[in-house]
């Protein structure tokens, strides 16, 4: 009988070199993709500057005098003045408190307790930081808070 060889091919496989390295590298691609696809927007500079002419000329009152979003609230108000002087306000106090403008709002206490004129705020801020005109950040607000107006003494049936 002949004698069995128990040498092992010396000569190395090239596709199994390659295996590894090639699977580190399409991990490391596939999660560079990933990193820059969920990234978060840089801040861009606003179009339009946030300040200028107001309808509502009464100061703003400190942000100091409250706490939590309140306080953001009326930081974002004094910072872009004019931005919140072109909203129209959600929680119609226009209407029935007779406000002029968003900014209206945050003269006095009202903002403070008003999550509907806060949510607004915040939203056109956060437009705002991604660099929309004034008129892009108007119609997003607006179509994100319009909601038909009710008056108190409406009753529902």
Do not use: W
């Amino acid at each position: 009988m002949g004698k069995k060889s128990n040498k092992k091919n010396s000569s190395p496989n090239n596709k199994r070199k390659l295996v590894l390295p090639g699977f580190a590298l399409a991990i490391v691609l596939a999660l560079s993709a990933v990193y820059f696809m969920t990234k978060p927007v840089a801040h861009v500079d606003p179009v339009a500057p946030a300040t200028g002419f107001l309808i509502e000329n009464r100061p703003v009152l400190s942000p100091a005098f409250f706490t939590g979003k309140a306080a953001q609230a009326y930081k974002i108000a004094a910072e872009i003045p004019k931005i919140l002087d072109s909203q129209f306000c959600y929680c119609y106090c226009k209407k029935e408190k007779q406000h002029k403008t968003l900014l209206t709002c945050f003269t006095n206490n009202h903002g403070a307790k008003c999550e509907t004129c806060i949510n607004e705020a915040l939203y056109a801020y956060e437009l705002y930081k991604q660099g929309l005109t004034l008129d892009e950040i108007v119609i997003a607000v607006d179509k994100k808070f319009y909601r038909p107006y009710k008056s108190k003494g409406s009753r529902t049936l």
